[in-house]
């Protein structure tokens, strides 16, 4: 019984052998796929590419590269058809242009603002105990009536 479980786990869960890739190409054909596969994220691992993941889909994705490697397709033209398929998120490395900008240079304005306020923070306590040190600014010339009347009554 409960090999027969362990069997029908096998074949049907996580554990089953992967498929096999599809016929492979030539070497340097196949070294293109390769280096294509580089390029392109894999939609269930984290920042790996197609051609460093495992899973089954990142294998299917692959797979795709080789067809149209094998179609003849350019770099680009791969690029691109997986680009209008699934937008910019496939490419591990996205253009540096409208709003992925931000993404290039995001962390450089926070380093940047970071540092300016660890400076302000670090110099502020010097500044503001140079102010309590200074001299306090003589009474302005003309008094209030009221401060006057109380200065008399003090004096008396």
Known sequence: ?????????????????????EE???????????????QFRCPICQGLSIAASSSPAARAELNTVRALVREGKTDQEIRD????????????????????????LGPAFLLIGGGFTIARTLRGPKASTAAAKAPAAPPPAEEDEYLRRVREEADR
């Open 81 to 104: 058809y997986f680009v209008s398929r699934y937008g910019e998120w496939a490419l591990l490395s996205p253009k540096a242009e409208g709003v992925n900008w931000l993404v290039w």
């Open 1 to 21: 019984m409960i090999a027969l479980a362990l069997a029908t786990a096998l074949m049907l869960g996580d554990y089953a052998p992967q498929k096999m890739a």
């Open 24 to 38: 492979m190409l030539p070497p340097e054909q196949e070294a293109r796929v390769q280096r294509l596969g580089e």
